[in-house]
C-alpha cells in the first residue's frame, strides 16, 4: 500500500515492525479526476522510494511516475519536460519543492497559478494550511 516498514529491535533482537505512511488528502482522487477531464496529464514527481510511489499512483490512478528523485534533481525533470513543449506547473507538499517552485514562477504567472501559490505560502507561513 505504499508504505515504509520500519524495524523495532529491543535488545537486540526483533520486537515488531512499525508502517508509516504520507495519507493521501481525501480531495486529492477528485481533484486528479477534474485535471484528467481538463485533458490535464498529471506526472506524479517524488522523492519516495519506486515501490511506494507506484503504490500510490495505482491507488489514484497516476500512470506516469518519476520517482527517487532528489529536490535538486526536480527542476532537470520539469526542464526535460518544458523543452518538449509541455507547460509545466508544480503542486509539493513541503519545502522540498521551494527550490522547483521558484524556478518555475515564471511559468506559474503565465498560468495564472502564482496567486494561489504565494496565498498557500502565506498560509502555510501562519500555520493556517
Known sequence: EGATVINIALDGKLAGL????????QS???AL??????GIKVIMLTG????TAN????????????????????SAVVSKLQ??????????DGINELT?????VHLLVELGLLVGLLFAIGLRALGIA
Open 28 to 30: 486529492t482522487p477528485d
Open 48 to 51: 519516495d522510494n519506486r515501490t
Open 33 to 38: 479526476k477534474a485535471l484528467a477531464a481538463e
Open 18 to 25: 512499525f508502517a508509516i505512511a504520507d495519507p493521501v488528502k
Open 100 to 104: 522547483l517552485n521558484t524556478f518555475a
Open 55 to 74: 503504490a500510490v499512483a495505482k491507488r489514484l490512478g497516476i500512470s506516469d511516475v518519476e520517482a527517487e528523485v532528489l529536490p535538486d534533481q526536480k
Open 83 to 92: 523543452k518538449a513543449g509541455r507547460i509545466v506547473a508544480m503542486a509539493g
